[in-house]
C-alpha cells in the first residue's frame, strides 16, 4: 500500500488561505484515487473531495466546493488541497487518504496519513 505524509496545515484567519500537500511512496501513486478528509472534535470524520487517477475529474463535498480546489502531481507524488475562503466551521484535522473506489465513505480508501491540523480563527 502507499504510504502518505500530510504537510501545510496552521493556524488562519477567517477568509485567508492554506494548501495542504500530501506526499506518497511508491510505485503504485497513479494506482489510486486520492482523497482529503476532515475530522473536527467530537464529530466523525467527513469526506471533504476526492480526484480519480487520471486528475481529470474532481468531486467535492457541498461545504467545500468553490472553495478548496483538489490536484495531483504523480511525478511528483503529490496531492495538493488549495483552501481559499476558510471559514471557522473549516477547522479540523486534515486526512489525506488513497483509494481504488470514487467514492465519498471512509471505507472505500485503504491507505491514510497521519492527519494534519487546520484552524481558522473567526
Known amino acids: 500500500q502507499v504510504q502518505l505524509v500530510e504537510s501545510g496545515g496552521g493556524l488562519v484567519q477567517a477568509g485567508g488561505s492554506l494548501r495542504l500537500s500530501c506526499a506518497a511512496s511508491g510505485r503504485t501513486f497513479r494506482s489510486y484515487i486520492m482523497g482529503w478528509f476532515r475530522q473536527a472534535p467530537g464529530k466523525e470524520r467527513e469526506f471533504v473531495a476526492h480526484?480519480?487517477?487520471?486528475?481529470?475529474?474532481?468531486y467535492y463535498a457541498d461545504s467545500v466546493k468553490g472553495r478548496f480546489t483538489l490536484s495531483r502531481d504523480d511525478a511528483k507524488n503529490l496531492v495538493y488541497l488549495q483552501m481559499n475562503s476558510l471559514k471557522p466551521e473549516d477547522t479540523a484535522v486534515y486526512y489525506c487518504?488513497?483509494?481504488?473506489?470514487?467514492?465519498?465513505?471512509?471505507?472505500?480508501?485503504?491507505?491514510w496519513g497521519q492527519g494534519t491540523q487546520v484552524t481558522v480563527s473567526s
Open positions: 487518504a488513497a483509494g481504488l473506489v470514487a467514492t465519498i465513505d471512509v471505507t472505500g480508501f485503504v491507505s
Open positions: 480526484i480519480t487517477r487520471s486528475g481529470t475529474s474532481t
